[in-house]
């Protein structure tokens, strides 16, 4: 559950970046009243997070699911 809180936040993350990127317009501090806004830093916190929170899915060995014969 975590690990999908985690990749939500992530993709949140990625398209606000993308916003920036091309349109120079940040999603995030538009809606929340600017980047200095206290929930505009906590949606930042929490990507920062939860990209961290991320590293180890590249280092976690994948559950096995067993096939269906």
């Given at each position: ?51 961290v929170w991320c590293i180890s899915l590249l280092f976690r060995d994948r559950e096995l699911v067993p096939s269906r014969s």
């Amino acid at each position: 559950m975590l690990d999908r809180i985690a990749l939500i936040l992530l993709i949140i993350g990625g398209v606000n970046w993308g916003l920036i990127g091309i349109f120079r317009f940040d999603l995030v501090a538009y809606l929340f009243g600017g980047q200095a806004a206290v929930i505009s830093r906590l949606i930042y916190t929490l990507v920062a997070i939860s990209a961290v929170w991320c590293i180890s899915l590249l280092f976690r060995d994948r559950e096995l699911v067993p096939s269906r014969s």
